[in-house]
């Protein structure tokens, strides 16, 4: 698309499918029978398990829920056995390769946001005796973001996204409700949250754009929470300090874009609407209707169009085909033309 500067009115949240031969490749060189890489295991444990501090303990067991009842996964846990720093810039590889490939486009980097380490650990994050201050973690936490972006920047990106579950999750009146009785405050976490990635932006390179995704979790078609944005809207859209927002809004879990009301101008908003949890392709009329339905809320020009979500969120993808991820990739494009020009 034309757009000047990023979110584009045409984007992409993340991740793709890996193709077979790849994925073939990556157990070839696991076995080293081939030398190589296809990077990123998930969204987010390959980046905080690199963060100077954090550890790898044992695996839980989560269940999230799936419109066909639940299955179950683990999941590593994470813990800081002592204060957090960047010993060296984590995606640095990545981006260089990323940059590289993408020749004359802008090339788009995804990290994990630093809210979700907490929100995915909880206390047990925090080791006491390397924090018997908790201000001092989130002080850590946002330095090594700083740093991290700073390193980026050094390299060539313009282009950043945050990916977070805790913000769309918290939407939910039972995760809000769980999160407090396991000893944190469900109620007011998402300001903690602000803030952390706020401090993590406040020197931000002039020219970068940074946006944040966020969603109720994603794995073949499973999430973890629902409702809409309602609860946290008008401190998210005008508190953090980001310059646009990719939002979930695929399905019913995702509530109405009545939230949007609070958006600022100068932000883009994202609009999730085509599904990578379901193969059926979307049609042009149902997201130009959804569309017109936002654009009641936050000005036309400020709404931009996206798939809800990564295609692999993990190395196993979702539940949807390569044939079908490109269609509508396609659409997204095809849409976005017709909408804005």
């Known amino acids: 698309m034309t757009d000047a500067k990023p979110p584009f009115r045409a984007d992409q949240v993340g991740s793709l499918i890996r193709p077979a031969a790849l994925l073939q490749a990556r157990q070839s060189a696991k076995r080293d029978l081939i030398e190589g890489e296809f990077r ?3 969204w987010h444990w390959d980046f905080y398990k690199r963060i100077g501090g954090i550890e790898e303990l044992d695996k839980l067991v989560a269940q999230p829920v799936s419109p066909g009842g639940s299955f179950q996964f683990s999941a590593s846990q994470l813990r800081a056995k002592r204060r957090l720093a960047l010993d060296q810039p984590i995606f640095a590889d990545d981006f260089t390769f990323l940059k590289a490939a993408a020749e004359k486009s802008t ?8 809210s979700v380490l907490h929100r995915r650990g909880g206390a047990r994050i925090v080791d006491p005796e390397t924090y018997p201050d908790i201000a001092q973690f989130w002080s850590d936490l946002s330095a090594v973001y700083a740093a991290e972006i700073a390193a980026l920047h050094d390299l060539g990106c313009t282009y950043l996204q945050f990916d977070d579950t805790s913000f769309a999750g918290l939407c939910d009146p039972a995760q809000r409700a769980a999160m407090t009785k396991a000893g944190g405050d469900g109620e007011r976490i998402h300001l903690t949250y602000i803030k952390l990635i706020n401090d993590a932006l406040r020197n931000k390179p002039p020219g970068m754009t940074i946006t944040l995704h966020t969603c109720r979790g994603n794995f073949r078609g499973a999430g973890f929470a629902s409702g809409g944005y309602d609860f946290l809207a008008e401190a998210l859209f005008n508190e953090l300090a980001v310059d646009g927002f990719f939002l979930e809004y695929d399905d019913e ?3 109405g874009f009545e939230p949007l009301r609070f958006v600022p101008k100068g932000k883009k908003i ?6 990578t949890k379901r193969g059926a392709l979307e049609t042009k009329d149902e997201l130009k209707r959804r569309i017109d339905a936002a654009a009641k809320f ?8 996206s798939p809800q979500c990564g295609f692999a969120s993990v190395l196993a993808g979702e539940a949807v085909s390569e044939a079908e991820q490109f269609a509508k990739l396609r659409l997204v494009v095809e849409t976005a033309r017709e909408v804005w020009g």
């Not at 090339?107 to 630093?114: L, N, R």
């Not at 994202?270 to 599904?275: K, T, W």
């Not at 936050?298 to 169009?305: G, K, S």
Request: charged content about 20%; aromatic content about 0%; glycine content about 8%.
């Open 107 to 114: 090339p788009k980097m995804t990290i994990p946001a630093p």
């Open 270 to 275: 994202v609009l999730g609407l085509v599904s």
């Open 253 to 255: 879990r995702s509530g």
């Open 298 to 305: 936050v000005a036309l020009d400020q709404l931009c169009l």
């Open 40 to 42: 990123r295991d998930s």
